[in-house]
């Protein structure tokens, strides 16, 4: 969460525009290569791959740099950034925070308001786990 909200902010910095904050400009091949760096964020991006993905790395790294990886990513920020996602996020379960920020096609603030409700999240769930204790 941390890594993006950094690329997040460092893509948007120097005066940039926030249009310019899309999901095919924070997400990389550098991004992508420091995530498979660390083996925490590598198991957590496995739970959701199918299994011909897991354990190994480079067969990650291959498939999320491959042209048609790209192409998608581009298909969604483009989809994104027109507001068109707004509904299908609301249908998801995002928060009314991140469906409201996707329907301004406004990265940086639905990124930010998936990490906070993640956080909260978190937080209910530690609660829930102390409450069972």
Known sequence: KQWYQRRVAITAGGGAP?????PASVISKEAIDGLLECPDTVAKLEQH?????RGNPETMRGTLNSPQFQQGLQLFSSAFKS???APLMKSLGFTDSA???????DFEAFVRAVADATKEKEKDDVEEDMALD
């Open 83 to 85: 507001g068109q996602l």
């Open 18 to 22: 926030k249009e310019s904050v899309t």
């Open 49 to 53: 791959l199918p299994e011909a993905l």
């Open 99 to 105: 469906g409201n920020a996707a329907a301004g096609g």
